[in-house]
């Protein structure tokens, strides 16, 4: 990312950031499997390592933060569809898939970061398992018609396991569906789930 040379030091060491993290989802998410090193995450953005270290401690705090940086890409991406989904269950089902869709697998280096890698980076031990409670809170908000606080609680986790579990499948190729159909039923899961039980 090219800064003007009269910015400021704290602008330009935020672009440089920018640039290192960009470089990091396109190594952790490679097809390939990650191969991330400061070394060649620095060529990847251009910059030497001096600058990786004026924003990470080491290889691990960098491969934290870029996970980070995804999950909450994430996070935004599906409480702002959801916000703007309108108000009956199927819409804003669909409204949140779709984007979800668009970041995780329309841009599959981010799906195969924020899904794929806690599986295989040590870096990530438990990282993924501690994005999840915000994920279930988005799904249990949404679920109007379960009455039943318990109910409404297993529904929530139940889905969120459940769509991890179909985004990894279509990231890793064990489900080969067309887009249409992948979409269509996720939405159905999730808007299935919200349904007076008992």
């Known amino acids: 990312m090219a800064v003007d040379r009269g910015a400021t030091l704290e602008v330009r060491q935020a672009a440089r950031r920018r640039d290192l993290l960009a470089a990091g989802i396109a190594l952790l998410g490679d097809p390939a499997g990650p191969a991330v090193t400061v070394r060649a995450v620095c060529r990847r953005a251009g910059l030497t390592e001096r600058y990786f270290y004026e924003s990470f401690a080491d290889r691990d705090e960098f491969v934290r933060s870029v996970y980070d940086e995804v999950g909450a890409r994430a996070q935004d991406v599906l409480v702002g569809a959801v916000s703007r989904g309108g108000h009956g269950s199927r819409e804003r089902a669909t409204a ?30 438990g990282r993924g398992m501690a994005l999840m409670p915000a994920f279930v809170t988005l799904v ?26 179909l985004f990894i499948a279509l990231l890793d190729g064990t489900i080969g569906a067309p887009r249409e159909r992948f979409v269509a039923h996720c939405v159905e899961l999730v808007a299935g789930a919200d349904t007076t039980r008992g």
């Open 140 to 165: 249990h908000d949404q679920l109007s018609g379960v009455p039943d606080a318990d109910e409404k609680q297993m529904t929530a986790i139940g889905v969120v396991g459940a769509l991890s579990s």
């Open 96 to 125: 949140a898939v779709e984007a979800f869709v668009a970041l995780m697998v329309d841009q599959p280096e981010m799906g195969r970061v924020l899904l794929l890698t806690p599986l295989t980076e040590s870096a990530l031990n």
